[in-house]
């Protein structure tokens, strides 16, 4: 069973897995629920997510999977670490057949708040303008 791509909610998500793929997505969404406690829950293209400001992690069960997205990319030690479950994108894939990696998913989860985060405000501003006096060319 896979879910239907008109899910309305996460619980309409979950409730169209098999019970092996809704047991280790619901163990993934609390995991990540714990670890970036601010985050809320969303469905983002059919898919359940977990947003601050914006949407930073996707979660998404398939038939031998448990998928991660978008890739980590400011953490080097982190990436290293999940080396194994990456694809060529960097996104995550963790089998259904294997133990989850709770404390490296939990890990991801963080990296990706941070990693997605707004800047803070007095970093967005726009330094301001020199301004430059207009000499007239010499003669």
Request: positive net charge; charged residues 25%; proline residues 11%.
């Amino acid at each position: 069973m896979s879910p239907s791509p008109r899910s309305r909610s996460v619980a309409d998500y979950l409730s169209a897995l098999t019970p092996a793929q809704a047991r280790a997505l619901r163990r993934v969404l609390a995991l990540v629920q714990k670890s970036v406690p601010r985050s809320t829950r969303a469905l983002s293209y059919g898919i359940p997510a977990f947003r601050q400001e914006r949407v930073f992690l996707y979660c998404a069960a398939f038939k031998r999977h448990i998928g991660l997205y978008p890739p980590v990319r400011d953490d080097a030690r982190l990436r290293t670490a999940l080396a194994p479950y990456a694809n060529a994108k960097g996104n995550l894939r963790f089998p259904l057949d294997e133990p989850l990696p709770m404390a490296l998913i939990g890990r991801v989860a963080k990296a990706l708040a941070k990693q997605y985060a707004p800047a803070p405000a007095a970093a967005t501003k726009r330094p301001a303008r020199k301004s430059a006096s207009r000499a007239s060319p010499a003669r």
